[in-house]
């Protein structure tokens, strides 16, 4: 016992602690003190007095474990229980009620308390929201719990909710790609060889690893010894070679399963048609003509340049054929007649003679040949004109002229 009775003073005792004392270990102390004289015989009395210990607070509460794991199935309902998460306190009175909370924290700009609420009164964790497996697969936070004693003592633990998949979402097929309730078209080569692959099935699914994996099965087909389908990868494929019994149309329905519970599935229907080697090989043979813009901007500008080029270099090589037509070959010059004499090219012709230009003279010499004249022209010294005479038949030339002289007769 912790106690003893130390003398104060003559026949006066005090009790008086001897060990450190707890409350939560012993709350109570039935104390006997007996008194005996010293006479022959002796005589003796006792009394015994309780001692009841007062609590303070001096424990802080205690969780059972100080991390939990909460599993957690998708697709709950808003306000579901979880768990219930309670903390012990020793004390007494007010030094043993607990008030829970959680810890704030944020989690992609999403408070906990938005998430989850929990009971400040007994530790009830609940949902607030129903949560999807594929958007949202954990969760982690603290909750503390703290008593009523002054000054208040408090302690926490870790949550760790873990959302289980469902199996909610049935597999989707995304090859061969096609419309919603379509049929897939598929031409193969009716020559085509044994174990040739003809078409591919590939499905998708977003649940967890368990439920997602997916399997293939042939639901229907049309001649169930022609193809083949290969459960894990989808692979469809030819068992034997096509014969000319074979209709050519084939059509295969597939379906896609899950591995949930229950399982959900899609199906796709693939309609093959067989093409005769015949027509293929005319097909490969023939030559597909490639489609050019031929009216691009850069091959428009081109075109115009180049007929803008063309047309300048013919109009210059017509206007260089016209000149060159016009203009006369050089002549001799002729004597001058002794009754010539120089006039303009516009002026009367006197005397039969008058001065000309290359122009004027051919002119000349035209029409006084059809008159049977013969007709001579003569470069006047140190001028650009002619002195041109027109001379009867019946006249000669004189030979006393100072420069040679060209005489022109038809």
Known sequence: MPFKLRESSDNYYELVVSEPLDREKVPEYDITFTVTDRGSPPLSDNETMTLELLDVNDNVPQFPQSFYTIRVMENNAPGALLSSLTAFDPDLHENQYLVYFIIEKEIASTSMSMLFSINPENGNLYALKTFDYEIEKEFLFHIEARDSGSPPLGSNMTVHIIIVDQNDNAPVIVSPWRAHGSVVEENIPRSTDKSSLVAKVIALDADSVHNSRITYQILQVTDA???????????????????????RHQRLVVVAKDNGEPALSATVTIKLSTVETAVKAYSDMTEVPLEYDIFSDLNLYLVIGLGSVSFLLLITILVTIVIKCQKPNPSKAAPPSRNSVISDRNSTIGDNTLVSNDAYWYSLFLAETRKGKLVVRQPVPKGSRYIVSSIPRSTGLTDTSDSAASTLQV
């Open 225 to 247: 010894t022609l193809f083949s389908l290969d459960q894990y990868n989808g692979e469809i494929r030819t068992m034997r070679m096509f014969s000319s019994r074979d209709p």
